[in-house]
Nanobody, 125 residues
C-alpha cells in the first residue's frame, strides 16, 4: 500500500484542519489506517486509527473530542479532521497502514508497515 498525505498548513489556535491520506489501489479489508505525529525534539506519538473494514476507531486521549478520522471509500482516502487546534498540536503528521491489527495494537507504530510522507501542521498561539 502506497500512501500520500496532504492537507497540512498553518492555522491559528482554535482553528481546524483536515488532513487526508490517499492509499493506492488494492485490498483494504484487513487494513487499519493510522495517524501519528512527531513534534521537534519529541517522540512519535499515536493520534488515532480506523479500520478500513468495519470502521472501528481508536484515539489517543489528547485527540478525543477534537479529532475525528473518517473514510472515503470511493477515493481510498482516510481523513483526519482536527478541530480546536492548540499550539501543542504542532507537529509533522504521518499516516500509516497496517494489516490485521487488533484493537490493542492499533496505537503501536511498529505494527504499521507502510507510511506516507509527513505533512506539517503548525498551530499559532
Amino acid at each position: 500500500v502506497q500512501l500520500q498525505a496532504s492537507g497540512g498548513g498553518l492555522v491559528q489556535g482554535g482553528g481546524s484542519l483536515r488532513l487526508s491520506c490517499a492509499a493506492s489501489e488494492g485490498s483494504f479489508s484487513d487494513v487499519t489506517m493510522g495517524w501519528f505525529r512527531q513534534a521537534p525534539g519529541k517522540e512519535r506519538e499515536f493520534v488515532g486509527a480506523i479500520r478500513w473494514g468495519g470502521g472501528t476507531t481508536k484515539y489517543n486521549d489528547f485527540a478525543k473530542g477534537r479529532f475525528t478520522i473518517s473514510k472515503e471509500y470511493a477515493k481510498n482516502t482516510v481523513h483526519l479532521w482536527m478541530n480546536s487546534l492548540k499550539p501543542e498540536d504542532t507537529a509533522v503528521y504521518y499516516c500509516a497502514a497496517g494489516r490485521r491489527l487488533i484493537s490493542s495494537t492499533m496505537s503501536n507504530a511498529n505494527r504499521y508497515d507502510n507510511w506516507g510522507q509527513g505533512t506539517q501542521v503548525t498551530v499559532s498561539s
